[in-house]
Nanobody, 124 residues
Framework: QVQLVESGGGLVQSGGSLRLSCASS????????MGWFRRAPGKDREFVAT????????LYADSVKGRFTISRDNAKNTVYLQMNSLKPEDTAVYYC?????????????????WGQGTQVTVSS
């Protein structure tokens, strides 16, 4: 059973930074597109960022563009989300997701495996 385990969430003041990590147990990690999504209280899940298997292609939601950076280390089976200039509206549970042999995408159903999520809370 493939597992994705997120870490790095927490409480931060507005304007601060956090780096989320997502460690994968899958042998297919290096050929998986990876994505980050989030769900804020009372809202639907939304796309945040995605990265191709090689790391050469990325895509961001307009709401985080210029503030968040997705990256990956295939040697460590880990994908990261560096979040800078955080705002209270970034408060949400953040989930990483994997699409083995898939193309990077902002479409949640394209992802087959999901982590359990990590809470990010930004205070004003």
């Amino acid at each position: 059973q493939v597992q994705l385990v997120e870490s790095g969430g927490g409480l931060v003041q507005s304007g601060g930074s956090l780096r989320l990590s997502c460690a994968s147990s899958a042998r297919t990690f290096s050929v998986s597109a990876m994505g980050w999504f989030r769900r804020a209280p009372g809202k639907d899940r939304e796309f945040v960022a995605t990265i191709s298997w090689s790391g050469g292609d990325t895509l961001y939601a307009d709401s985080v563009k210029g503030r968040f950076t997705i990256s990956r280390d295939n040697a460590k089976n880990t994908v990261y989300l560096q979040m800078n200039s955080l705002k209270p509206e970034d408060t949400a549970v953040y989930y990483c997701a994997a699409a083995p042999f898939g193309r990077y995408s902002n479409y949640a159903p394209a992802y087959e495996v999901w982590g359990q999520g990590t809470q990010v809370t930004v205070s004003s």
